[in-house]
T-cell receptor
Framework: RKEVEQDPGPFNVPEGATVAFNCTYS??????FFWYRQDCRKEPKLLMS???SGNEDGRFTAQLNRASQYISLLIRDSKLSDSATYLC???????????????FGKGTKLSVIP | DAGVIQSPRHEVTEMGQEVTLRCKPI?????LFWYRQTMMRGLELLIY????????DSGMPEDRFSAKMPNASFSTLKIQPSEPRDSAVYFC????????????FGPGTRLLVL
C-alpha cells in the first residue's frame, strides 16, 4: 500500500465551481499534514497546513480525519489561476532512525475552465 | 530575497557520463533536502542534511548517487555513471530548524540521460 494516496485526476471544473480533493495516508503515527501546490513545470510550494480541527484560508478549506487517516482540500469559487497539481504531504517520522521526512502524494491535477 | 538556487536548470547527457547538480539553499536555513520527481513515482526524498551533516540517505537509489554539503551555502548531488532511468526533475529544498515542515523548493534541474 502506498504511503500517501491521491486521485490523480484530472479534475476539470468550470470557473466558480467548488471542488474537493481527498488523500489517504497509511502511517498512523504521522503527525503533520500539508497541501502543497505545483504549477506546470514549476517547483512545489506550500499551500497550507492541515490542523486536526480543520482550517480555512480564504477560498481554501483543509480537513483532517485521524481515525480514518484521511485528509481533504476544498476549493470554493474556483479561479483559472487555481489550475495546478495539488500534492498531499504527510510528516512520516522514522522513530527507529530518528529521521524526519515529508512524504508526498503523487498529486491531483486540477484544470479550471473558463 | 533570493530563494533556493539550483544549477544547471537543464542537463542532457549520455549514459555513463558523470552528472553534478548544484544547490544553494536560502541563507540561514538549517536543513537541505534533495528530491527526485518522475511521473511514475512522484516526488521522492533522496537525502537530507541538517547543519551540513547528512541525516538520512535511505532514499538514495544506489551507490551511483552521492551527495555532499561542504558548507552551509552549497550542496551537490552527483550521479556517476548516469543511466537513462535517472532521467527526472531533481529538486533541492531548504527549511529552518524552527519550521522544518515548510520547505522552500528550488526551480529544479531537468535531467535527461540518453
Amino acid at each position: 500500500r502506498k504511503e500517501v494516496e491521491q486521485d490523480p485526476g484530472p479534475f476539470n471544473v468550470p470557473e466558480g465551481a467548488t471542488v474537493a480533493f481527498n488523500c489517504t495516508y497509511s502511517n498512523s503515527a504521522s503527525q503533520s499534514f500539508f497541501w502543497y501546490r505545483q504549477d506546470c513545470r514549476k517547483e512545489p510550494k506550500l499551500l497550507m497546513s492541515v490542523y486536526s480541527s480543520g482550517n480555512e484560508d480564504g477560498r481554501f478549506t483543509a480537513q483532517l480525519n485521524r481515525a480514518s487517516q484521511y485528509i481533504s482540500l476544498l476549493i470554493r469559487d474556483s479561479k483559472l489561476s487555481d489550475s495546478a497539481t495539488y500534492l498531499c504531504v504527510v510528516n512520516a517520522r522514522d522513530s527507529g532512525a530518528g529521521s524526519y521526512q515529508l512524504t508526498f502524494g503523487k498529486g491531483t491535477k486540477l484544470s479550471v475552465i473558463p | 530575497d533570493a530563494g533556493v538556487i539550483q544549477s544547471p536548470r537543464h542537463e542532457v547527457t549520455e549514459m555513463g557520463q558523470e552528472v553534478t547538480l548544484r544547490c544553494k539553499p536560502i541563507s540561514g536555513h538549517d536543513y537541505l533536502f534533495w528530491y527526485r520527481q518522475t511521473m511514475m513515482r512522484g516526488l521522492e526524498l533522496l537525502i537530507y542534511f541538517n547543519n551540513n551533516v547528512p541525516i538520512d540517505d535511505s532514499g538514495m537509489p544506489e551507490d551511483r548517487f552521492s551527495a555532499k554539503m561542504p558548507n552551509a551555502s552549497f550542496s551537490t548531488l552527483k550521479i556517476q555513471p548516469s543511466e537513462p532511468r535517472d532521467s527526472a526533475v531533481y529538486f533541492c529544498a531548504s527549511s529552518l530548524r524552527g519550521d522544518r515542515e515548510t520547505q522552500y523548493f528550488g526551480p529544479g534541474t531537468r535531467l535527461l540521460v540518453l
